[in-house]
């Protein structure tokens, strides 16, 4: 990116070196020198250096005299640009990309460290490499979902059509189609698609709803991968029927909301925004395109506050225990961390310190390859694996079902 303005000092420098009357054109005889001045006039900022009026007036010894000053100026200018150029050239490729992640310090002055998830799949996140579980012992989720990994297999089961829920009875022809397409490159049947439609949340609709047909898995499901290798404890912070309970106490209305908006946008288009604002460590900012994903700010308002500030709030006195213990890594969506109901602040205000921390980053994020397995990369700390089929979650979303051994 930066090899034009390089190329623009070596012009500089090497018009420095020419003569002093090709520099400034002062033959008024060679049409030629008074383009190549015209040329001059036009490319670079001599006329702020030294003023050159009416040439063609200008007898051959002064014009010989004004050259040598443009001369010297111009070989000074072409130097700098290129030492400019070189230091921006080393900086970028010294900068090493690194995973964003805030570390936690207790009271006690024990550390953990909170990583946010990705629901879904996306090749721009970033994944942190093995040393982010040098001295930890456990790995903090949200919640477990067994009881959604069941209903999730129930999917595949045989089973009779029911009506649709309120939340999904005014989907649109159109709407169908994109929702049975996005199902479809899941392995999912068009009746078996329709059936999560007749469940009281959208949560499960929504795992294909915002599907990329993606072949990587998630963020949150590489680094459960990780920690299930390492054998660490999964450790969660509500359980399954709280989640559901919330879930099902959003409004019909803002379900449907959701739901819709999700099917009417590229699911591909917000995830790849949600990974640069993950990498950047810009939670704030997630946070808002999450609430953009519920298409009225009235109904992102309901959502926050049932979806992650009573969450974090039932969250606290377990968190906070987990913490004064150290060595967890905690792994919690995106939108869970800024604001003031968040949990840096909420943490805080309990007396924790919450720092910026760059995590080494894994070779996988490179994405060489589209099989996502951190086996292959580092296959004496981790077995092999079988590859899992991703589906989408929205940005608002929770953490995809898995279970430790």
């Not at 111009?74 to 970028?92: N, R």
């Not at 570390?103 to 996306?122: D, F, Q, Y």
Request: aromatic residues 8%.
């Amino acid at each position: 990116m930066l090899y034009p303005l390089v190329v623009f000092g070596q012009r500089l420098s090497s018009l420095g070196r020419a003569s002093p009357s090709a520099v400034t054109g002062c033959s008024s005889y060679n049409r030629r020198h008074v383009d190549h001045f015209i040329y001059l006039r036009f490319f670079t900022p001599l006329p702020l250096i030294f003023n050159m009026p009416n040439m063609h007036k200008n007898n051959e010894p002064t014009c010989r005299a004004k050259g040598l000053m443009a001369q010297s100026h111009v070989a000074k200018l072409g130097v700098a640009v290129m030492l400019i150029a070189s230091i921006l050239q080393a900086g970028a490729a010294a900068a090493t990309p690194v995973v964003a992640a805030l570390k936690i310090v207790a009271r006690n002055g024990k550390e953990s460290v909170m990583i946010p998830g990705l629901h879904a799949a996306t090749r721009d996140i970033l994944l942190p490499d093995s040393r982010l579980w040098d001295g930890k012992q456990r790995l903090l989720v949200e919640h477990l979902d067994t009881g959604e990994a069941e209903q999730r297999a129930m999917l595949f089961a045989p089973h009779e059509q029911e009506p649709r829920a309120r939340w999904a009875k005014n989907l649109t022809a159109e709407e169908l189609r994109t929702y049975h397409s996005r199902a479809r490159c899941n392995y999912v049947t068009e009746s078996q698609a329709d059936w999560l439609l007749s469940r009281p949340s959208p949560w499960l609709a929504n795992l294909y709803a915002y599907s990329t047909c993606s072949p990587l898995a998630s963020r949150d499901t590489e680094i459960a991968r990780q920690a299930q290798a390492l054998k660490l404890r999964f450790e969660p912070l509500e359980t399954d029927q709280f989640a559901a309970e919330q879930r099902i106490a959003i409004p019909s209305e803002v379900s449907e909301g959701g739901f819709r908006w999700a099917l009417a946008n590229d699911p591909s288009t917000i995830l790849d925004k949600s990974a640069m604002l993950i990498n950047a460590g810009q939670y704030a900012e997630m946070s808002k395109l999450a609430d953009e994903s519920w298409g009225i700010p009235r109904f992102a308002r309901i959502a926050h506050r049932i979806l992650v500030e009573q969450r974090n709030l039932k969250w606290m006195p377990e968190l906070k225990r987990y913490l004064d213990d150290g060595g967890n890594v905690i792994l919690v969506g995106a939108d869970h961390i800024p604001g003031p109901q968040g949990l840096v602040s909420m943490l805080q205000s309990a007396g924790f310190r919450s720092l910026k921390q760059r995590c080494r980053l894994s070779r996988w994020s490179d994405r060489s390859k589209d099989y996502p397995n951190v086996a292959l990369f580092y296959p004496e700390k981790f077995p092999a694996m079988p590859p899992l089929k991703s589906v989408g979650l929205p940005p608002h979303g929770h953490a995809p079902a898995f279970r430790p051994a």
